[in-house]
Structure formats: structure tokens, C-alpha cells
């Protein structure tokens, strides 16, 4: 898995692909990164090279759809990150796909980052 380096809040979506467990950060908010999380798991299709269906997300607007042949979205929030210290502390929601982070899924990334100190 990939962590943001610098210290601060990002956005992340919780994917499983092909059976295997990720998450996927975006920018940092705290220096203005306004990704959605629906662009986070666009790009995350994208670089696996993922076909994926769109849905009208809850504010209207066209998004890539929370499951598909070899993926399925667990959860999605706000992270704050601190990499020096390894600690991330995971809250927050989805407004466009009405999700919050899932517990278990986060258990499951504890178990194998197990240098890092997870909190939700």
C-alpha cells in the first residue's frame, strides 16, 4: 500500500481488487486538493485497467459504481496521516455515495501494515 509522505488530511476510498484489500488516498486537503472520492476511485480503475460502469451519485452527477466485475468499494472518508509517526486515524464519509469508513475492511489493512498504528 501507498501512504501520503506528508503529514495532513486526505480523502481515501477502501477497495477490494481481485480479493486483495486497498486504500487509495487523494491529494491533500490541507494544501487544497479537492478530489472527490468518486475522481480517487476513477483513477484507481484507470491504473488497473478496470471497466466500469457510471451511477448517479447522490447529488446527481455521474460516477464510477461502488462494485463492479473485480472490484467492491468498502468504505470511504477522511484520513489524517502522519507518515514520520505512523499513525493514520480514518472518520468521516461520502457525501455522493453516502459511505463511512468500514471497520472490518480497516481491520484487515491493520493486519498487514502492522508497523503502522490504525485508528477509526
Given at each position: 500500500m501507498?501512504?501520503?509522505?506528508?503529514?495532513?488530511?486526505?480523502?481515501?476510498?477502501?477497495?477490494?481488487?481481485?480479493?486483495?484489500?486497498?486504500?487509495?488516498?487523494?491529494?491533500?486537503?490541507?494544501?487544497?486538493?479537492r478530489?472527490?472520492?468518486?475522481?480517487?476511485?476513477?483513477?484507481?480503475?484507470?491504473?488497473?485497467?478496470?471497466?466500469?460502469?457510471?451511477?448517479e451519485?447522490?447529488?446527481?452527477?455521474?460516477?464510477?459504481?461502488?462494485?463492479?466485475?473485480?472490484?467492491?468499494?468498502?468504505?470511504?472518508?477522511?484520513?489524517?496521516?502522519?507518515?514520520?509517526?505512523?499513525?493514520?486515524?480514518?472518520?468521516?464519509d461520502?457525501?455522493?455515495?453516502?459511505?463511512?469508513?468500514?471497520?472490518?475492511?480497516?481491520?484487515?489493512?491493520?493486519?498487514?501494515?502492522?508497523?503502522?498504528?490504525?485508528?477509526?
Amino acid at each position: 500500500m501507498v501512504w501520503p509522505e506528508e503529514r495532513g488530511s486526505y480523502k481515501f476510498v477502501q477497495v477490494d481488487l481481485d480479493g486483495f484489500p486497498y486504500i487509495r488516498f487523494g491529494g491533500s486537503v490541507n494544501e487544497g486538493d479537492r478530489s472527490y472520492h468518486a475522481t480517487i476511485l476513477r483513477k484507481f480503475l484507470i491504473e488497473h485497467n478496470i471497466e466500469y460502469e457510471l451511477m448517479e451519485s447522490r447529488n446527481g452527477s455521474k460516477v464510477p459504481a461502488p462494485t463492479g466485475q473485480r472490484y467492491a468499494v468498502h468504505g470511504m472518508g477522511l484520513a489524517i496521516v502522519d507518515f514520520n509517526n505512523k499513525t493514520a486515524f480514518f472518520s468521516g464519509d461520502s457525501i455522493d455515495y453516502g459511505m463511512y469508513p468500514n471497520k472490518d475492511h480497516l481491520k484487515i489493512i491493520s493486519e498487514k501494515e502492522s508497523e503502522w498504528q490504525i485508528r477509526f
